[in-house]
């Protein structure tokens, strides 16, 4: 088969293609491949365009009078390393025709997944493996200890609540997910939904001693938006502000609006939260909204946290086409600031 013949085919097949012929020069590509190894490796020694030895190797072998051979291989694509599985087969009448599947996406899907499940077992394993030692100890060398008792029993209830709020936001998380692609149709009073969280979190912060300060004079009369979900996101960034930024006594919540802010096209409400706390160290950042990652793990689990509320605030924002900015200095506090569109 030569190149006139097989060169129609390739170009109607999406995945990169190359044909080597019998004088192992690139005889035929399509455009996929074209971007993949350039244009220029049209007529060039195989492994001259392609440089990587195990697929050089296969290419090789099987333009030698070998089988078909399927391989993995890492491949650069507009500068980042992308994973490819390769099928390497002999053509009629001499030459290797090589198709390549790309297969980052599948692989980081599944390295999540794997991931995921390995969070999610360690978070509820903790707690689990707690409440069954108090259990052993309550049922035998405890078991006529008054005092030793109520004090597992208050231990107990505190793991438990943990297994709870954990369960409780991973079907939160999947409930949001599930509806991101579907953007909301009713309309909220933002300044009524915040004063609203401002009274919910109040005892809270009392008992942390931090005044909580609300300016939403510039709120809009209303936002296209899910209630609940946006009382989520605020309840969450709020009470988050005063358990992890409380050392400074003040926690502000102002509301203003722009126009054409990063990542927004034309008017948007931003609602930034403001504490006067530690802050957080810049390089803990970009991965704050990442599934179970926490700043200071035992501290985050001494105050209950279950290590998602961010990643729940990014994926309800994602629903309400919003952004959510994070900027934060060691020692002079964080603030969280949501945008919004408005239409």
């Known amino acids: 088969m030569d190149q006139t013949d097989l060169q129609p085919l390739l170009d109607a097949v999406p995945l990169p293609m190359i044909h080597v012929g019998s004088d192992w020069r690139i005889a035929a590509l399509n455009a996929p491949a074209k971007t993949l190894f350039g244009a220029a490796a049209l007529g060039r020694h195989f492994g001259l365009a392609i440089r990587k030895p195990t697929l050089v190797d296969a290419i090789e072998t099987v333009g030698r009078g070998a089988p078909r051979q399927v391989l993995r291989v890492m491949l650069t694509q507009a500068e980042q390393e992308n994973r490819f599985e390769v099928t390497v087969a002999p053509l009629p009448g001499g030459g290797v025709l090589a198709s390549f599947v790309d297969t980052t996406e599948q692989e980081l899907v599944t390295q999540f997944r794997r991931d995921f499940v390995a969070n999610v077992s360690h978070e509820l394993r903790t707690p689990l493996t707690a409440l069954l030692g108090f259990i052993e100890t309550l049922q035998g060398p405890a078991r006529d200890d008054a005092a030793a008792r109520e004090r597992f029993l208050g231990i107990m209830a505190r793991e438990a609540g943990r297994m709870a709020r954990l369960v409780r936001d991973l079907l939160s998380l999947n409930r949001v997910e599930s509806q991101e692609r579907q953007r909301p149709e009713t309309r909220v009073d933002l300044q009524g939904l915040l004063a609203g969280v401002v009274a919910t979190l109040r005892p809270v912060a009392q008992e ?20 609940d979900q946006l009382t989520q996101v605020f309840h969450n960034l709020i009470e988050n502000a005063v358990k992890y ?3 400074g006594g003040k926690v502000s919540i102002r509301v203003r609006r ?62 309400h086409r919003g952004r959510l900015r994070i900027e934060s200095e060691k020692g002079k506090g964080s603030s969280f600031s949501v945008l919004l569109p408005l239409e």
């Open 208 to 227: 942390a001693r931090v005044v909580l300060e609300l300016d939403a004079s510039d709120a809009p009369e209303g936002v296209r938006g899910d209630g």
């Open 245 to 247: 930024g409380g050392s």
């Open 258 to 319: 722009l126009r054409d802010p990063a990542g927004i096209r034309g008017q948007a409400v931003e609602i930034s939260v403001i504490d006067q706390g530690d802050g957080i160290d810049p390089q803990h950042l970009p991965r704050l909204t990442e599934r179970f990652y926490r700043v200071d793990s035992h501290r985050s689990r001494e105050k209950g946290g279950t290590g998602l509320g961010l990643a729940i605030v990014k994926h309800i924002l994602n629903r």
